[in-house]
């Protein structure tokens, strides 16, 4: 059974940095993804980005440029480099895995426990 543990995650100001780390245990499989998605207090679970062996990674418009997700097989840790943040990335993070693309909720079987990010203006 896979399980995702997450860390990383804090308060800082507009225009800092924050790296976002998930290591994950059990089974592996070459036809899954990882990525992360977040959720803002009252809002839906939205896509950030996702990586696999096979698939490039991608993003969604209001990251791209800005936040870099990357994978260590060795570690078997997944991170997410979050630049030049702002107050609207505010929510909690979440690390996920399933059957590659990955690009919504229902593509997920296994999440993370969660992160909290605080961008302040």
């Known amino acids: 059974q896979v399980h995702l543990a997450e860390s990383g995650g804090g308060s800082v100001q507009a225009g800092e940095s924050l790296r976002l780390s998930c290591v994950h245990s059990?089974?592996?499989?070459?036809?899954?993804?990882m990525g992360w998605f977040r959720q803002a207090p009252g809002k839906e679970r939205d896509w950030v980005a996702q990586?696999?062996?096979?698939?490039?990674?991608s993003y969604a418009d209001p990251v791209k440029g800005r936040f870099t997700i990357s994978l260590d097989y060795a570690e078997s840790t997944l991170y997410l480099q979050m630049n030049s943040l702002k107050p609207e990335d505010t929510a909690i993070y979440y690390c996920?895995?399933?059957?590659?693309?990955?690009?919504?909720?229902?593509?997920?079987?296994?999440w993370g426990q969660g992160a909290q990010v605080t961008v302040s203006s």
């Open positions: 990586i696999g062996q096979y698939t490039q990674p």
């Open positions: 059990g089974p592996t499989d070459g036809r899954y993804c």
């Open positions: 996920a895995t399933g059957i590659c693309p990955i690009l919504g909720v229902p593509d997920i079987v296994a």
